[in-house]
C-alpha cells in the first residue's frame, strides 16, 4: 500500500543496490560484519582450531573444513552439494590428469574446464542466455528459477587454475582433505580473493602453520578490524550519498558526478574492506592468502590500475586467459584483440548482464588506447615527471569511474542517463541535500584512497610472492606496531564497527 | 608467502608483554567506549524502547518516529491493554484512544506503519501473552500487507513475548538494541537540544499518532494536494496479496484461539481513498472481490462457532472516501484524509462508532457495510456500481487511472 505516511519498508530507488542476480537468503547469512560470525563463528571456529592442531593436523584440517562448510552453509544449505560435488569432480579429475598421459590427460583437462564453466554457465548465464535469444528471436522461452550460489565465480575459478597447472605439472602433492579446504576456505568462498594452489596448499601441509603464534593473532585482528573498519564506517556511510543523488533517474551534472565518485570510493572501501576482513580471518589461523588490493586509485594507467584492483582476478584473466590466447606475442593487433576478449570476459565473470560486458569492454578499450598510445610513442619515451604522474593519475581515475557507470547500474539505458547526466545533458543544478555523516566518510574516504598508505603498505607486507607492486604515493607515511597508541586506536575502530553492525548492508561483491 | 618485514614469531619475553599490552589495549578500549555509549543509549532512550509512566513521555519528539514494533511491545507488555487496534500505519494514524466508546478501559493503539497480517497476529500474541484483550479492532489492508510474513522489518521474531523470562530477556533486547550508531547519533542530539521536537510520542497518545505529528509530516512531505498528484499520475496497479488462502487460515486460526476465551473481534477494510482504491486495484477487481468472499467465510464460521466477531468493508466509493480532492476544490487540506490512503481521526472515531454498533446509520448513510454470506454479493454489486458511478462523476481525476 502506498502513501506518503505509509512506511512501506521498500526501496523505490532506481538502483536499490544490487539485483542483477538473484541471491538467496542473504539477510540471514554468517558474513564477516555480522555478530553471529564475531562473537560466535570466528572463536569457536579459532578455539576447535587450535585444539586440534594440538592433537593432529589432519584433525585441525577437517575442522576447518567442516567450519568451511557451515559458513557456507548457512548463506543456504541447499549450496553444499553444489559446493562438493565440484570439488569432488575436481578432486577426481586432477588425480586422472595426473597420472595421464598428455594425450589423455589434455582430454580430461577439456572435459573438467567444461564441466566447471557449464556448472558456472548453468547457475549464472542460462537465464542470461535465454533473455537474450527471446531478445534477438522475439521467443518466448521461460526463463529458468535458479538461486545462484554464493562466490560461485570464486571457488570455480580457484579450481580451474588448479586443474591448469595440474596438466602442467606444476601440482607436486595432491592432498584430499588439503584440496578440500584449498577450495571450501571460508575466508575467501563468498568474495575472494581468487586463490592459487601455490600459495595456500604448502601452507596446509606445514605444520609451522598449525602452532600458536601470537604475531598472527596481533596482525590478523588489525587487519579484521581495519577492513572492517573500511566496509562499516566508510563504504557503508557512502550509501547514503549515492541513493539520493540518483533517485531523481537523471541527474543533474554536479549530482552525477559527486554520486560516481561517492560510488567509486564505496566500491573500493567495500570490496577490499572484504579483502583486508578475509587476509585477517585467514591469518588468525596462521594461513596467509594474497592480497586483493594495492591503493588502486593511486594508479597512473589503466594496466596500472588492473594491477592494483581485485589483483587475483587479473592474475587469473592474465595467466589462464591473455596469456593462453598469446598475450603481446604475435604482434600489435592480436594483443589489442586478446586483451578486448580477455576483459569482455572478466566483465561477463562479474555477472550475466550487458552492463558488465560493457564495463569489461570499456576497459579492454581503455587498455587497447594505453598500448596503442606507448606504442606509437615508443621513441619518444622520456621519464615521467612528477606533474605527469598527476595528470596521468586523474585521467585514469576519471576513466575507471565513468566505467563504474554501467557496473553499477541495472540496465544499460539508466547507465546512459548517468552518463548523459555528467556531461551535462540534465543541467548543472547545485547539489544541496547531501547526508551529513555521508559527506564527512566521502571527504576520509577520498582523502585514504588517495593520500594514505593502504593495510598491505601498513602492515610491511612486502609483496615479494604476490607479483604486485607494493610502492605507491602516500603524502601520509604511517607505520603499524603493536603498541599503546595503536591499540587504542583499533580498540576505538571496533567499537565504532560494532556499534554500526546493526544497519550494514551485504558485500557488493558477494553477488558474483 | 608474505615474508621477510613481517614479525618474525614471539620469542622472547619483552615481545610477549609488548602483544599482551596491545591485546589489553584493544580489548579494553573498546570495551569502555561501547560500555559508555550504550550506558548513555539506554539512559536517554531516544525511541522510548523501554518506558512506560515515564517522565520521559513528554519529551517532544521528530514526527517520524523510529523503530515502533520496539515501543510498542514495551508498552504493551507494562500497560496490559483490555482493548486493542491491530494494523497498518491506516489504523495507526486513524484510529484514536481517547474515544468514550471505551468508558474504563485501557485501549491501546497497537498497530505499526507497514505490518503484515502476520505482523498483526505476533502483535496480539505478545499482548495477550500478558494480558487476554477483551475487545480487537483491526483494520485489514489489500494487497502485499496482506501476508503471513513480516511487514515491519523492525518487528523482530525476538520481540514477541513467550515463555516465563520476557522482563529479562526484553532488557538484554534493549540493551542490544542500545549498541547502535543510529541510535547514538540521535541520543547526542537529545543531549545537545538538537533533536527535532515536533509532538509528543504515540505513547503519550496510548499508540496513535497524533494529528499534531501528522501535521509535521505533511508540511514536511509537501502537502496533500502534492500527494495525489501521483495518485492521478499513476498507471500500474499494486500487486495481488501474495498467498491469500494461507493469510485467511492464519487469521481464521487466531480469531479461532482467541474467540474461545471471549474475545470480541471487530474486522474492518480500510477505507482508502476512492481514486487509490482505483488506482492501486483497477485491473484486480476480480481478486480483490475473492479476497472479500474468503474474509467473509471465514468470519461467518467463525461466527456459528459462536463466536462475536464481525467484518466491515468501509473501502470503496462512499460518501467518506469519495470526499473532492484538493485539486479539485482548490483547498490545500481535506477534511477526511491527510493524503490519499491515511484517513483522519475523525473518521476513525466514526469507524469505531460503526464497527461497535454505537454510531448513527442513518446519518452516516453508506459508510461502512457489514459483511456477511447473505450480504456479501449484493454488497459486491453496489461496489462495483458505485465505482463506475465515481468514474463518470470524475472523468478528469479518473483519466490516466481507469484508461
Same mark, same amino acid.
Given at each position: 500500500?502506498?502513501?506518503?505516511?505509509?512506511?512501506?519498508?521498500?526501496?523505490?530507488?532506481?538502483?536499490?543496490?544490487?539485483?542483477?542476480?538473484?541471491?538467496?537468503?542473504?539477510?540471514?547469512?554468517?558474513?564477516?560484519?555480522?555478530?553471529?560470525?564475531?562473537v560466535?563463528?570466528?572463536?569457536v571456529?579459532?578455539?576447535?582450531?587450535?585444539?586440534?592442531?594440538?592433537?593432529?593436523?589432519?584433525?585441525?584440517?577437517?575442522?576447518?573444513?567442516?567450519?568451511?562448510?557451515?559458513?557456507?552453509?548457512?548463506?543456504?544449505?541447499?549450496?553444499?552439494?553444489?559446493?562438493?560435488?565440484?570439488?569432488?569432480?575436481?578432486?577426481?579429475?586432477?588425480?586422472?590428469?595426473?597420472? &595421464?598421459t598428455?594425450?589423455?590427460?589434455?582430454?580430461?583437462?577439456?572435459?573438467?574446464i567444461?564441466?566447471n564453466?557449464?556448472?558456472?554457465?548453468?547457475?549464472?548465464?542460462?537465464?542470461?542466455?535465454?533473455?537474450?535469444?527471446?531478445?534477438?528471436?522475439?521467443?518466448?522461452?521461460?526463463?529458468?528459477?535458479?538461486?545462484?550460489?554464493?562466490?560461485?565465480?570464486?571457488?570455480?575459478?580457484?579450481?580451474?587454475?588448479?586443474?591448469?597447472?595440474?596438466?602442467?605439472?606444476?601440482i607436486?602433492?595432491?592432498?584430499?582433505?588439503?584440496?578440500?579446504?584449498?577450495?571450501?576456505?571460508?575466508?575467501?568462498?563468498?568474495?575472494?580473493?581468487?586463490?592459487?594452489?601455490?600459495?595456500?596448499?604448502?601452507?596446509?601441509?606445514?605444520?609451522?602453520?598449525y602452532q %600458536?603464534?601470537?604475531?598472527?593473532?596481533?596482525?590478523?585482528?588489525?587487519?579484521?578490524?581495519?577492513?572492517?573498519?573500511?566496509?562499516?564506517?566508510?563504504?557503508?556511510?557512502? &550509501?547514503?550519498?549515492?541513493n539520493?543523488?540518483?533517485?531523481?533517474?537523471?541527474?543533474?551534472?554536479?549530482?552525477?558526478?559527486?554520486?560516481?565518485?561517492?560510488?567509486?570510493l564505496?566500491?573500493?572501501?567495500?570490496f577490499?574492506?572484504?579483502?583486508?576482513? &578475509?587476509?585477517?580471518?585467514?591469518?588468525?589461523?596462521?594461513?596467509?592468502?594474497?592480497?586483493?588490493?594495492?591503493?588502486?586509485?593511486? &594508479?597512473?594507467?589503466?594496466?596500472?590500475?588492473?594491477?592494483?584492483w581485485?589483483?587475483?582476478?587479473?592474475?587469473?584473466?592474465?595467466?589462464?586467459?591473455?596469456?593462453?590466447?598469446?598475450?603481446?606475442r604475435?604482434?600489435?593487433?592480436?594483443?589489442?584483440?586478446?586483451?578486448?576478449?580477455?576483459?569482455?570476459?572478466?566483465?561477463?565473470?562479474?555477472?550475466?548482464?550487458?552492463?558488465?560486458?560493457?564495463?569489461g569492454?570499456?576497459?579492454?578499450?581503455?587498455?587497447?588506447?594505453?598500448?596503442?598510445?606507448?606504442?606509437s610513442?615508443?621513441n619518444?619515451?622520456?621519464?615521467?615527471?612528477?606533474?605527469?604522474?598527476?595528470?596521468?593519475?586523474?585521467?585514469?581515475f576519471?576513466?575507471?569511474?565513468?566505467?563504474?557507470?554501467?557496473f553499477?547500474?541495472?540496465? %544499460?539505458?539508466?547507465?546512459?542517463?548517468?552518463?548523459?547526466?555528467?556531461?551535462?545533458?540534465?543541467?548543472?543544478?547545485?547539489?544541496?541535500?547531501?547526508?551529513?555523516?555521508?559527506?564527512?566518510?566521502?571527504?576520509?574516504?577520498?582523502?585514504?584512497?588517495?593520500?594514505?598508505?593502504?593495510?598491505?603498505?601498513?602492515?610491511?607486507?612486502?609483496?615479494?610472492?604476490?607479483? %604486485?607492486?607494493?610502492?605507491?604515493?602516500?603524502?601520509?607515511?604511517?607505520?603499524?606496531?603493536?603498541?599503546?597508541?595503536?591499540?587504542?586506536?583499533?580498540?576505538?575502530?571496533?567499537?565504532?564497527?560494532?556499534?554500526?553492525?546493526?544497519?550494514?548492508?551485504?558485500?557488493?561483491?558477494?553477488?558474483? | 608467502?608474505?615474508?621477510?618485514?613481517?614479525?618474525?614469531?614471539?620469542?622472547?619475553?619483552?615481545?610477549?608483554?609488548?602483544?599482551?599490552?596491545?591485546?589489553?589495549?584493544?580489548?579494553?578500549?573498546a570495551?569502555?567506549?561501547?560500555?559508555?555509549?550504550?550506558?548513555?543509549n539506554?539512559?536517554?532512550?531516544?525511541?522510548?524502547?523501554?518506558?512506560?509512566d515515564?517522565?520521559?513521555?513528554?519529551?517532544?519528539?521528530?514526527?517520524?518516529?523510529?523503530?515502533?514494533?520496539?515501543?510498542?511491545?514495551?508498552?504493551?507488555?507494562?500497560?496490559?491493554?483490555?482493548?486493542?487496534?491491530?494494523?497498518?500505519?491506516?489504523?495507526?494514524?486513524?484510529?484514536?484512544?481517547?474515544?468514550?466508546?471505551?468508558?474504563?478501559?485501557?485501549?491501546?493503539?497497537?498497530?505499526?506503519?507497514?505490518?503484515?497480517?502476520g505482523?498483526?497476529?505476533?502483535?496480539?500474541?505478545?499482548?495477550?501473552?500478558?494480558?487476554?484483550?477483551?475487545?480487537?479492532?483491526?483494520?485489514l489492508?489489500?494487497g502485499?500487507?496482506?501476508?503471513?510474513?513480516?511487514?515491519?522489518?523492525?518487528?523482530?521474531?525476538e520481540?514477541?513475548?513467550?515463555?516465563?523470562?520476557?522482563?529479562?530477556?526484553?532488557?538484554?533486547?534493549?540493551?542490544?538494541?542500545?549498541?547502535?550508531?543510529?541510535?547514538?547519533?540521535?541520543?547526542?542530539?537529545?543531549?545537545?537540544?538538537?533533536?527535532?521536537?515536533?509532538?509528543k510520542?504515540?505513547?503519550?497518545?496510548?499508540?496513535?499518532?497524533?494529528?499534531?505529528?501528522?501535521?509535521?509530516?505533511?508540511?514536511?512531505?509537501g502537502?496533500?494536494?502534492?500527494a495525489?498528484?501521483?495518485?492521478?499520475?499513476?498507471?500500474?496497479?499494486?500487486?495481488?496479496?501474495?498467498?491469500?488462502?494461507?493469510?485467511?487460515?492464519?487469521?481464521?486460526?487466531?480469531?479461532?484461539?482467541?474467540?474461545?476465551?471471549?474475545?470480541?473481534?471487530?474486522?474492518?477494510?480500510?477505507?482508502?481513498?476512492?481514486?487509490?482504491?482505483?488506482?492501486?486495484?483497477?485491473?484486480?477487481?476480480?481478486d480483490?472481490?475473492?479476497?472479500?468472499?474468503?474474509?467473509?467465510?471465514?468470519?461467518d464460521?467463525?461466527?456459528?462457532?459462536?463466536?462475536?466477531?464481525?467484518?466491515?468493508?468501509?473501502?470503496?466509493?462512499?460518501?467518506?472516501?469519495?470526499?473532492?480532492?484538493?485539486?479539485?476544490?482548490?483547498?490545500?487540506?481535506?477534511?477526511?484524509?491527510?493524503?490519499?490512503?491515511?484517513?483522519?481521526?475523525?473518521?476513525?472515531?466514526?469507524?469505531?462508532?460503526?464497527?461497535?454498533?454505537?454510531?448513527?446509520?442513518?446519518?452516516?448513510?453508506?459508510?461502512?457495510?457489514?459483511?456477511?454470506?447473505?450480504?456479501?454479493?449484493?454488497?459486491l454489486?453496489?461496489?462495483?456500481?458505485?465505482?463506475?458511478?465515481?468514474?463518470?462523476?470524475?472523468?478528469?481525476?479518473?483519466?490516466?487511472?481507469?484508461?
Amino acid at each position: 500500500m502506498q502513501g506518503w505516511l505509509c512506511d512501506t519498508q521498500t526501496s523505490i530507488l532506481p538502483w536499490k543496490g544490487y539485483k542483477k542476480s538473484r541471491l538467496a537468503n542473504v539477510g540471514a547469512s554468517m558474513v564477516f560484519n555480522s555478530y553471529s560470525f564475531i562473537v560466535f563463528f570466528l572463536p569457536v571456529t579459532l578455539f576447535g582450531f587450535y585444539f586440534f592442531s594440538r592433537k593432529s593436523r589432519q584433525w585441525a584440517a577437517v575442522w576447518l573444513v567442516m567450519a568451511s562448510l557451515f559458513f557456507y552453509g548457512s548463506w543456504d544449505y541447499r549450496f553444499i552439494p553444489i559446493l562438493l560435488t565440484s570439488i569432488f569432480i575436481n578432486y577426481s579429475v586432477c588425480k586422472r590428469i595426473l597420472s &595421464a598421459t598428455p594425450t589423455s590427460g589434455r582430454w580430461w583437462l577439456t572435459a573438467s574446464i567444461t564441466f566447471n564453466l557449464s556448472l558456472l554457465g548453468f547457475f549464472k548465464y542460462v537465464n542470461f542466455f535465454i533473455v537474450t535469444l527471446n531478445d534477438v528471436s522475439s521467443g518466448n522461452i521461460p526463463t529458468l528459477n535458479i538461486i545462484l550460489p554464493i562466490g560461485i565465480s570464486f571457488f570455480t575459478f580457484t579450481q580451474i587454475s588448479f586443474l591448469i597447472d595440474a596438466y602442467h605439472g606444476k601440482i607436486k602433492e595432491l592432498n584430499f582433505t588439503h584440496y578440500l579446504l584449498f577450495a571450501s576456505y571460508f575466508p575467501y568462498i563468498v568474495a575472494g580473493p581468487i586463490l592459487h594452489h601455490q600459495e595456500m596448499l604448502p601452507q596446509f601441509s606445514d605444520p609451522a602453520h598449525y602452532q %600458536v603464534k601470537a604475531n598472527n593473532f596481533v596482525i590478523g585482528i588489525s587487519i579484521f578490524v581495519f577492513g572492517l573498519g573500511k566496509k562499516l564506517l566508510i563504504a557503508d556511510n557512502l &550509501a547514503s550519498v549515492i541513493n539520493p543523488l540518483f533517485a531523481a533517474g537523471d541527474p543533474h551534472f554536479f549530482q552525477a558526478w559527486l554520486g560516481m565518485l561517492a560510488y567509486t570510493l564505496q566500491l573500493y572501501f567495500d570490496f577490499s574492506g572484504y579483502s583486508d576482513m &578475509a587476509i585477517g580471518v585467514s591469518r588468525l589461523m596462521g594461513f596467509r592468502i594474497p592480497i586483493n588490493f594495492n591503493s588502486p586509485y593511486k &594508479a597512473t594507467s589503466v594496466s596500472d590500475f588492473w594491477q592494483r584492483w581485485h589483483i587475483s582476478l587479473s592474475r587469473f584473466l592474465r595467466n589462464y586467459l591473455y596469456i593462453p590466447l598469446g598475450g603481446n606475442r604475435q604482434g600489435q593487433l592480436q594483443r589489442y584483440r586478446n586483451l578486448i576478449l580477455t576483459m569482455l570476459l572478466g566483465g561477463l565473470w562479474h555477472g550475466a548482464h550487458w552492463t558488465f560486458v560493457i564495463w569489461g569492454g570499456l576497459h579492454g578499450l581503455y587498455l587497447c588506447v594505453q598500448h596503442g598510445w606507448q606504442y606509437s610513442m615508443r621513441n619518444k619515451y622520456r621519464q615521467p615527471t612528477q606533474l605527469s604522474n598527476i595528470i596521468n593519475r586523474i585521467i585514469t581515475f576519471i576513466a575507471v569511474m565513468i566505467a563504474w557507470c554501467f557496473f553499477r547500474a541495472p540496465d %544499460v539505458a539508466s547507465a546512459f542517463k548517468v552518463l548523459a547526466g555528467m556531461v551535462g545533458n540534465n543541467g548543472f543544478s547545485l547539489v544541496t541535500e547531501i547526508d551529513a555523516l555521508g559527506s564527512i566518510m566521502l571527504l576520509i574516504g577520498a582523502f585514504v584512497a588517495f593520500y594514505m598508505p593502504n593495510t598491505n603498505e601498513l602492515f610491511l607486507f612486502t609483496g615479494k610472492d604476490h607479483e %604486485v607492486k607494493l610502492t605507491s604515493p602516500s603524502i601520509v607515511t604511517v607505520k603499524w606496531s603493536p603498541n599503546v597508541p595503536w591499540g587504542l586506536a583499533i580498540g576505538c575502530i571496533f567499537a565504532l564497527c560494532i556499534l554500526s553492525i546493526e544497519r550494514t548492508s551485504d558485500f557488493i561483491y558477494a553477488q558474483f | 608467502m608474505l615474508n621477510s618485514k613481517e614479525l618474525a614469531p614471539m620469542n622472547n619475553s619483552s615481545e610477549k608483554s609488548n602483544f599482551t599490552r596491545y591485546f589489553l589495549t584493544i580489548g579494553l578500549s573498546a570495551l569502555l567506549l561501547l560500555t559508555v555509549i550504550v550506558t548513555l543509549n539506554y539512559v536517554v532512550d531516544p525511541y522510548f524502547i523501554h518506558q512506560w509512566d515515564s517522565p520521559l513521555l513528554l519529551r517532544l519528539s521528530p514526527a517520524q518516529q523510529k523503530i515502533m514494533p520496539w515501543t510498542k511491545t514495551y508498552a504493551a507488555y507494562r500497560y496490559l491493554p483490555e482493548v486493542v487496534f491491530l494494523g497498518s500505519s491506516r489504523t495507526e494514524i486513524g484510529l484514536p484512544t481517547d474515544s468514550h466508546l471505551f468508558p474504563g478501559k485501557r485501549v491501546f493503539n497497537l498497530a505499526i506503519s507497514g505490518a503484515s497480517t502476520g505482523d498483526a497476529v505476533n502483535m496480539l500474541k505478545h499482548t495477550a501473552f500478558f494480558h487476554r484483550p477483551e475487545i480487537v479492532v483491526w483494520g485489514l489492508d489489500y494487497g502485499w500487507q496482506f501476508r503471513e510474513k513480516t511487514g515491519n522489518t523492525d518487528f523482530g521474531k525476538e520481540l514477541v513475548a513467550e515463555g516465563p523470562y520476557y522482563p529479562i530477556r526484553r532488557t538484554f533486547l534493549n540493551i542490544k538494541r542500545s549498541v547502535s550508531m543510529a541510535m547514538t547519533g540521535d541520543t547526542i542530539k537529545i543531549l545537545f537540544g538538537e533533536s527535532e521536537q515536533s509532538c509528543k510520542s504515540l505513547l503519550a497518545y496510548y499508540g496513535h499518532k497524533s494529528s499534531e505529528c501528522l501535521e509535521v509530516i505533511m508540511r514536511n512531505e509537501g502537502g496533500t494536494e502534492k500527494a495525489f498528484e501521483e495518485v492521478l499520475k499513476k498507471k500500474e496497479p499494486l500487486g495481488n496479496p501474495e498467498d491469500v488462502p494461507a493469510t485467511v487460515q492464519l487469521l481464521d486460526r487466531t480469531t479461532e484461539e482467541y474467540c474461545r476465551n471471549g474475545t470480541v473481534f471487530r474486522f474492518y477494510l480500510q477505507p482508502i481513498h476512492a481514486l487509490s482504491e482505483l488506482s492501486y486495484w483497477n485491473t484486480l477487481t476480480e481478486d480483490l472481490d475473492n479476497w472479500k468472499r474468503a474474509l467473509v467465510q471465514m468470519i461467518d464460521t467463525r461466527r456459528k462457532g459462536g463466536c462475536d466477531i464481525r467484518l466491515y468493508d468501509f473501502s470503496g466509493f462512499n460518501s467518506i472516501t469519495s470526499e473532492e480532492i484538493p485539486q479539485a476544490t482548490g483547498k490545500a487540506t481535506m477534511q477526511h484524509y491527510w493524503e490519499q490512503s491515511h484517513y483522519r481521526s475523525e473518521v476513525g472515531f466514526r469507524i469505531l462508532e460503526e464497527l461497535l454498533g454505537r454510531g448513527n446509520k442513518v446519518a452516516e448513510n453508506a459508510f461502512g457495510v457489514a459483511l456477511s454470506g447473505a450480504t456479501i454479493e449484493q454488497h459486491l454489486l453496489n461496489f462495483r456500481q458505485s465505482r463506475r458511478q465515481y468514474i463518470t462523476e470524475h472523468p478528469k481525476e479518473t483519466l490516466n487511472i481507469v484508461q
